[in-house]
């Protein structure tokens, strides 16, 4: 099935819109969380209990791919989605963002950029082409081109160059793509700017003018404030068409998505729900919480009676504090099951909600 | 469902039997393999995979349990059972072994055995009397009597003193079981005696003599020589009544139990399975093999094509390779699922060869 997307209803109230993103592996429902799987898994679940908690789609990590093992190796075995058994869909995205929180030494210029990898040391090139030939091997449905993402604070000087040069970069993948045939993926390109809105607003334009099926928006939720990054959202989704899906890259928490929606945002994945898991807390409407406090050492109750996960189906809190203080990994799996569906049933709840206007 | 052993065919080559064990809890074909849950988990299993892989009892350790979350707490969440969701048998032990090999500073006499917590230095007392009330709070449908084991090798006279006060704490745990009234649970007396023929023969006679619904045979598979446990293992099937089940205790590898099932013994348990997996080691009718060997890199196909669990259903050795490197649990738990899986496919193989003799 071609990429296509279709809005099945706009929100009277705010920009937040409900649709379906077509993709060659399958429909999926938006506004979306995507469960991110780095390392060709989501962290402690297997593929059948991602279709269980409800997943429509998964995001893959080229940086972490293309180290570990390798875009060759995944061709072989038939692309991302053979590999990891997983027969929906996956966004990759390109690296650019591990580039420059987890590479060392890494030195960028206009042709792309060099790091040294954190397995071992080697170094290793990224161009705005590589980056699509690495995402074609993986063989995801919905690709990133290669962008630059800056820290917050960033002075506009350096901020105002990497949102340049993360256009250029685009316009050379929207080339590239345009000369690769009869590939079924799609490509994104990727909003910069920091949090200065004059150069959202030129990023934005510009990547319009170049035309994507889809747009991202990067290099939020790096640390400014929620309103600064709401302000960036509302002014970039101005900008971008309607009609195209709107990706607001690595956020977050639930405050931060639903209010996102409302700026017109579609797509978002944030590793939040895993990593928490892993460090022992679950998520309620009303926030994070541990499992390990001493109040639910006799819980006999689930985390959350409302919930239809297998894990509050069928676990106590008390039994879950105990099995993660005896460091059991069936802990951390429980509690990744309970946060993916907490932000799964929180969408599908978004969801109808705008349906139901 | 009373405690009932049910004899369904007897090997005409061999003293092996294939029977039906009826617990409370349901029914327990063997010879049987029962998976290792120490802190109320099978490590990296849940449940319902549990169930999937078709185990049929799982056993529970009551040293770690009677330390931490404690048998009170565990009795409020209503037993074991409910407390880990598992509505199969559960067999518990006594918490002697882990006594002997875990905890520190311990000091045995014939009241029973001080020692020091291996989590938080706290000391402990177990008394025969002890550790039923413990095993009857967790609410466990097979438990131990507290017996002593000892190390390989050992000399004569600690063997018989070890012998001789196990069949002391074997009297007086079926006094107490005697005199506690409406218990569905049974209570296993333990064989003990070292490598000494003489000694396994009088503890076997001696426990025969008290009269227990089944019996362990203890303290074997602690580093002596495969032959020599089966010589302690033949003499003391020879004693113990043939209609009552025979456990030989944490054995063990895959040839010591296809040998011990020949010499009459129908349960076992060993954590070899599960430990070996999140090492990264898969077993085969070969023995064990490491999925981290470079010849694995590329290579596409299932741990096992002729198994049916859902990791060799679904997951190619170059895929759980590459999560295994990468350190994602799912590695560790897909290669436990397929163990034991492994375990209950072997041990199934048994109870139909027995049958089509």
Known sequence: MPFKFEILKKSKKSKARVGKLHTPHGVIDTPVFMPVGTQATVKTMSPRELDEIGAEIVLGNTYHLNLRPGPDLIKEAGGLHKFMNWNKPILTDSGGFQVFSLAHMRKITDEGVEFTSHLDGRKHFLTPEKVLEIQAALGSDIMMQLDECVAYPCDKKEAKEAMERSVRWARESKLKMSNDKCQMNVLFGIVQGGTYRDLRKQSAEQLVEIDFPG???????????????????????????EDKPHYLMGVGYASDILGAIKLGADMFDCVIPTRLARHGAFLTYEGKVNIRQARFEKDFSPIDPECDCYCCQNFSKAY??????????????????????????????????????
Chains 1, 2 share one sequence.
């Not at 747009?215 to 068409?241: H, K």
């Open 215 to 241: 747009y991202s928006i990067g290099g939020l939720s790096v640390g400014e404030p929620q309103a600064e990054m709401f302000e960036m959202l509302d002014i970039v989704t101005d900008i971008l068409p």
């Open 320 to 357: 879950i504090r105990h099995i993660f203080g005896a460091r059991e990994i069936l802990a951390m799996h429980l509690l990744t099951i309970h946060n993916l569906r907490f932000f799964m049933r929180m969408m599908q709840k978004v969801r109808e909600d705008i349906l139901a206007e």
